[in-house]
């Protein structure tokens, strides 16, 4: 059995002071608790990553880094934009592929997205593909086709080495930030079908997260529930203790999986 994950996307919250403060406080609580069966990562924001990264260096705080958005290309003409290779340099490990924020409020479409899995990937960076439904098309039955068509999408043409960078995160649109979590029957139904759907593209074990108004009462019925891998958490993951509330959930679950 593979470890949990459970990731912290701080969105566009925490200046560098803020971000080097939480993750110092992450470092205490973690060495009062050693997690055996759980990975930790943070995902701040671009500006905070070199303070981030140095910190996490310097203090051996057990967690690894990753950016919230990656442009396909390696440099050029391309305003505002970072590239794969500038976040490697900077020792970051993850970066999100296609959140439904960067989706639906930058216009990054199926292909963009794809385009940015398979450079990220290609260049050794572990790629979190976000996948999730709209509330109208969950109303309307159609959210494991609409979830089939942008995992194929995103995961075909990758080659054996860039299929292992991969984890998957599934969040449902109407449960970020809305409060809203989907129920325990609807997120096994469809970390079902993705790992179905990744088998047949020859992702065998994929990690798969849920994503969506996880906080640190939620999080133990959700991962107890048995089809999870771990969390892409949020607004819960701007505080120590309700981030770290979550990370012992997965671990209290996976430990006792493991005896
Ligand atoms: C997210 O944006 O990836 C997310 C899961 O947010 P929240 O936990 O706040 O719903």
């Not at 139904?189 to 996880?214: F, K």
Request: aromatic residues 4%; contains cysteine; glycine residues 8%.
């Amino acid at each position: 059995m593979g470890r949990a994950l459970v990731m912290g996307n701080w969105k566009m919250n925490l200046d560098y002071v803020e971000a080097v403060h939480l993750v110092q406080q992450l470092g205490v609580l973690a060495s009062s608790r050693p997690l055996e069966h759980v990975d930790i990562a943070v995902v701040p924001p671009f500006v905070d990553l070199r303070s981030v990264t140095s910190v996490v260096e310097s203090e051996r705080v057990p967690l690894t880094v990753g950016a919230q958005h990656v442009h396909p290309l390696e440099s050029g003409a391309h305003t505002g934009e970072i590239s794969a290779p500038m976040l490697r340099r900077l020792g970051v490990t993850w970066v999100l592929v296609g959140h439904s924020e960067r989706r639906q409020m930058y216009a990054m479409t199926d292909e963009v997205v794809a385009q940015t899995l398979q450079s990220a990937t290609r260049q050794g960076l572990a790629g979190v593909l976000c996948v999730g439904e709209a509330l109208e098309v969950r109303e309307s039955g159609r959210h494991l086709g609409v979830v089939a068509d942008q995992l194929r999408s995103a995961l075909e043409g990758l080659n054996e080495a860039q299929r292992e960078l991969v984890t998957i995160a599934y969040e449902p649109i109407w449960a970020i930030g809305t409060g809203l979590t989907a129920a325990t029957p609807q997120v096994r139904e469809m970390t079902e079908q993705i790992r179905v759907v990744a088998q047949s593209l020859s992702l065998a074990d994929v990690r798969v997260l849920y994503g969506g108004s996880v906080n640190a009462d939620n999080a133990a019925s959700l991962v107890n529930e048995g089809s999870l891998d771990g969390f892409l958490v949020g607004g819960a993951s701007l505080k120590a203790e309700s981030f770290w509330a979550i990370c012992e959930a997965a671990e209290d679950c996976y430990s006792g999986r493991a005896k």
